[in-house]
């Protein structure tokens, strides 16, 4: 189950564009590293201050500004004053309650994504918040914590493989985001066998908790659909947008991350659609159960109940009983029985009872 | 529970634009407060009259006057013909059944939004409306009772912290609607709790009023996405407005409320999805509990009841049963009964019935 | 319950324009009233025949001809004659299954709204169409029987209060259909009231009709949302429309009553969703209760067959049953009964049966 | 229950704008009927060869060629040399499975439609594709079999009564398609009459095949849904048409046909409300059957499976019972039955249980 | 069942445009197959290497290049390089879990349809993903595997019959995707079929697993849908489309493909709806099975507990019962059972229980 606390009560009554960092703690340094490329050149730094990234802007390499770990917001703050952000920007980098969003400042643009991941070591699945600032030759991207889904990107910017060398920093935060996105199919995937899991199990026998099962799933998907639904209505306003900053050979690319959210969606509402309908399965197999344990205890009693009267009759202490006296009058008696008993079972049988 | 009544059969015949207080009565007299303040000043007022205020007008200052009590009609009128207001707008003032609405009057704008908060000492919640009018360097604002979530913006006012006193009073109206709409996630979040408890509750003891209580639970819910829908097509109006009484940076930051907005939406829409999956549960487990019931009653039924038979047949009194006169007949005969118990129990244990 | 029937079969095969009255039949011959008036002046005429009302038409005044009873058709054919209507609003006129609608003819506005009211004397729901004739200077509304939601309007007439008398006829037809929509929510209150009462019932004892008492107030709200969501897109098309016979004035008064459909919409949905979930609330007290039916059959089923098997074996007549001998082998057996009930006693408690 | 196959696999895998016949067989020969007329004359024509009516195209007058029969499919071939009809208008004629549609090719209108009626002599539904050619001065119609609901417009058109000699084939084919329009509320009749009747018995004894019922008149309604909102569609986009075939008085008309479209939607919309509603009463109708059964059951079994034990009890053989012994002892053991069951009783009277 | 894997994990990290096959494994050598064609002449050929088809490109006759065999990608890569390709569709060409897409590159265009088939030797269902790129002159299509639809195009094609020959490549691609929305009608067909077998089954005898059956069912629906839906949005993006490379005569056809797609989706939906239906009405079926199986036991029970009890009375051994010593008790009590009895049965059929 996708854990996540929506706690923003903590930012309550602050004047806006106040940063707080609404989310777990982490005690650890903020990590500030600096990837700069063009298609020849590329040097990786990792840098102690903020401001020390300033000298980057002004070369004509383009330049990845990563910082892991927003819980110290001074970090936030000071990035905001060295790179002239809107106060409402430094506010939603902080907050990772944030919806996905994109909005367009017209010297940068501002991007917030969430990064869902599972890691290695134990199955949980973790969300973090990723926040883009796209400028001009610059793209910062501000993380919870260290480990990200873009270790693969950085290989090739590193080996010069693919466009990412090429192609500017719009087109590595369009890289960026697909990874993020790739990561979604995975993370359908592991719900899909879930799913699957729990099909087979309930078809199998009954587990008393197949119902909250069913809930804790719903609920998953229901996080995902958040997630994702406005990840689409981001990319496609991406694409309308008529910012300089978005190059017209990106855009293509973006259409095709545009096809892939739509197809993430596609299968999240169908995962969904087979949840909700999992649980009138599971509801129509406890009925079905229950007609088969009734049905039992019906046989059973309809069966000996007559059986037991009669044997009640018989053992009346009447003085005058005529029956009790007849020399056979013990066998008739259990042959009646007998008979009374095979002609309950036909009848079950005509019935289909078993 | 949130407890509103719409009554509005009250208001029932009368010419339009007649106005009446409907909502709960209130002894107390209307209260005036003004605040004036611009980068440099700040006074606070109390007035007897809203008649006085007039004078705050025609200042360079920016003006807030706040009135306390709306349940005195008079004091609306006399509000309505000091600053030159349509009936239409006194009457919705004093109606607090009204729908969250923003409308431009060209020289002034109305809006209306209903402030949900929790009061300290009980759980209680509250819904009170708030009425805005936003002039030319004034803002006046209606509500129901004293009492408000806007203590922080004072505070903000009188110590010149943030924005507040250089931007002007559509930014304080911006303000007070920020305040109303982050309480929401502070009701969000005590559902949310609720919601959590009954969830922890039901999976442990049947209570009988779970389903009275998903109700009310979804009842609550209906109420505020009855409050916050149109709080977003406010908004979003307000954004679109071409009004000259709202500024292009108070926009920016209306655009940042219009994403607070979305994202309380999306929370209730979460937090409903969950609370009607609930009561699928709720019938689930109530049939699964029958199913362990019956499932009692049937294995020892089916165990005891063909052993009764037994006892009955040897209980009756025929003259000539030969059985009873063999010399361990009664102990053949508790041999078989204990037999055919295990047998029974050996077959529920195959159909893994317990 | 709202009675409504909705034969159409009656016009089938008619041309389309012939005037035929759907509906039900009323033996009253129809009544014209006319009220003659601006801000000055005021008369009240009844007439015998629709054509004398021509020589109001050339007056400067405002004029409301008010025609009861359109169940004779002829007089629908008349005032179609008199005041130069198109067939197929006559014939829009005489159906009384009509869907609300507002339709421009350039030189008259068209609008058939429905007005919904409760007779004081018994507590039924009575549904009337109501169709206007906007004209300059004049307004034309043929109602099915006497006896309507206008009376306070007359009353204001009369009295010269309001701004009724000042702002000619389209204000007048706004009137009217404010007064029609005021009554709504007095509709909507008395469901609402049934809703709760029927909530209370259903928590308390268990109705055998519950479900069908649900089923009924899903009828109504059924009606009510088709007579209502038209309303809207009528007023809409009221304001958005361009004909001169609706002054700038009037259309503020417009988004005034469209608010209140969007209201009165807004509450009808809420009472759907509760209404809807009434149902799952009843099937899952009824499952509650059977649990508890079949809990009270088991414990006592549980602890008796046992102890009534036991009785059974001492009763058998075999000759050789040496406790049948002890001195206290009858108390024996009775503590050993004991001991058991107790102990499937313990049992249930521990499984929190009761 | 309406009877519609939809096998279309007949036509798989030929060339499109091939003439196939999807529907049902019949025997008979095609029938080709022309009516012309104008305001002042009238003529009928039976024709063998649909090539003899281009003689009619050449008149002044408007021409309306009815033809029955469409199994024939050379007919359609012909029709469409005739004519000049495009081949994919030719195979829609032919296939029967067609959705209502209107297609403008310049010269001519292409409009299907699906005409429901009921037979009189038996109870079945009927569905039957009708296919309009409208062109200048020429309506061409194409159905099925003989037999349809147009005959009181071939009245009016012998009679001269009504708008329909005047105004042309695009008021005749408005007229054709306001008949088919019109059944469509008989049709919706019909099924209200059935589910109020299933209603109320359903209320009345518990018929097995209630829920097998309620599946069949919803799978009706589903079909009226799929035949009825895209004649709203085709309607409102001959409304839009720029089409010279259809004047503006004929458009006036197919407002009116529109909101009767409207209308029949609203009400198959509430009766499909109604109609999924009455499976949930059915459910809960069940529930309560179950629990009043196992009521009875519970109360016989709670009361008397006690007794029998103390009667089991007395009849043990134990030599040492001094109960036994006593005089009064066996009208105290009955004494003491009836306290218990009488006490039983009670008990469950507080519980209302009876 | 429909079996499909949307395993798109394997792209993970890759960069974009990265050529990579998700889907089943093949180990056949793609095969490649020329078909060039013009109203005289026509060439069957194939091909080893894809570059060979470079020839016809210059040739003025339409060439329609099919590649069988897409899971050796480097077919794919290389046809890129010959025909020019983006790399972004070469990606798409390669992953089968490809969502239907229409997609303009100018010099050509790109559309992904997925093929649904029915093998002839079993039953099974076989989804398979076509993308097509539409050049001028010059259509090449890609198959997952050997085998299609499209045999009797290809035989319209040898013969000469039909406009396949004279309308160009447009008009045959236009014929291809007709052919797999064809197929679309078989596939509903034998759902429909599968549906109606259910039903039948499901009313009959109560099969345990009609759930899991009616699951499968919902399943398949849900995939045909997702299948279907943007085939709509596809078609009528290529209808609105500016692009050359479809021609005027062809989106006449392309409207007429619109229509059949939208008749699927109808169906599709008409398909789901009566589905989600059958799950209520095997619910509704368990429930009134389950009440005639307790109402048997009721019945039984009630009818012979109390004669059972009566039974056990006069089987205690009280010294003192008088009535056992009477002469005809014993038939006297047998009298009372018997009047006991016929009572009870009389009472159930008053209660209409059988």
């Known amino acids: 189950m996708i854990n996540v606390s929506n706690r923003m009560s903590k930012t309550l009554g602050l004047p806006p564009g106040t940063v707080v960092h609404v989310g777990d703690q982490n005690p650890q340094k903020p990590k500030i590293t600096i990837i700069d490329f063009d298609e020849r050149e590329y040097g990786e730094h990792v840098l102690d201050e903020i401001e020390d990234s300033i000298a980057f802007l002004y070369k004509k390499t383009s330049t990845w500004i990563n910082i892991d770990g927003i819980h110290d917001t001074s970090i936030i703050e000071r990035a905001g004053i060295t790179f002239g952000l809107h106060p409402l920007v430094l506010e939603d980098i902080g907050n990772t309650t944030q919806r996905p969003k994109f909005e367009d400042y017209e010297d940068y643009l501002f991007i917030v994504v969430k990064m869902l991941y599972c890691s290695k070591e134990d199955e949980d699945l973790w969300s973090e918040q990723v926040s883009f600032i796209l400028m001009k030759n610059c793209l910062i991207t501000f993380q919870e914590t260290e480990g990200d889904v873009f270790d693969l990107i950085r290989e090739r910017l590193r080996t010069g493989k693919g466009r990412v060398r090429k192609l500017g920093t719009d087109y590595l935060a369009y890289s960026l985001?697909?990874?993020?996105?790739?990561?979604?199919?995975?993370?359908?995937?592991?719900?899909?066998?879930?799913?699957?899991?729990?099909?087979?199990?309930?078809?199998?026998?009954?587990?008393?908790?197949?119902?909250?099962?069913?809930?804790?799933?719903?609920?998953?998907?229901?996080?995902?659909?958040?997630?994702?639904?406005?990840?689409?209505?981001?990319?496609?306003?991406?694409?309308?947008?008529?910012?300089?900053?978005?190059?017209?050979?990106?855009?293509?690319?973006?259409?095709?991350?545009?096809?892939?959210?739509?197809?993430?969606?596609?299968?999240?509402?169908?995962?969904?659609?087979?949840?909700?309908?999992?649980?009138?399965?599971?509801?129509?197999?406890?009925?079905?159960?229950?007609?088969?344990i009734v049905k039992v205890l019906t046989i059973i009693s309809t069966i000996f109940i007559p059986l037991t009267f009669i044997a009640g009759v018989y053992g009346m202490n009447f003085e005058n009983m005529p029956e009790l006296k007849w020399k056979y009058g013990y066998f008739a008696c259990l042959g009646l029985m007998g008979v009374l008993a095979l002609g309950m079972l036909y009848l079950f049988k005509r019935r289909k009872w078993f």
């Open 177 to 292: 985001m697909d990874a993020i996105t790739d990561n979604y199919f995975v993370i359908l995937e592991k719900l899909g066998d879930q799913v699957e899991e729990l099909e087979e199990a309930m078809l199998g026998s009954l587990k008393q908790n197949a119902a909250a099962e069913i809930h804790d799933l719903k609920r998953d998907i229901v996080y995902l659909r958040r997630t994702v639904w406005p990840l689409r209505e981001l990319i496609s306003a991406m694409m309308r947008s008529e910012s300089k900053l978005i190059s017209k050979p990106t855009k293509i690319y973006l259409r095709d991350l545009y096809d892939h959210t739509v197809q993430v969606i596609d299968n999240i509402e169908a995962e969904r659609d087979i949840i909700c309908g999992m649980l009138d399965i599971y509801l129509s197999t406890l009925s079905h159960r229950m007609n088969e």
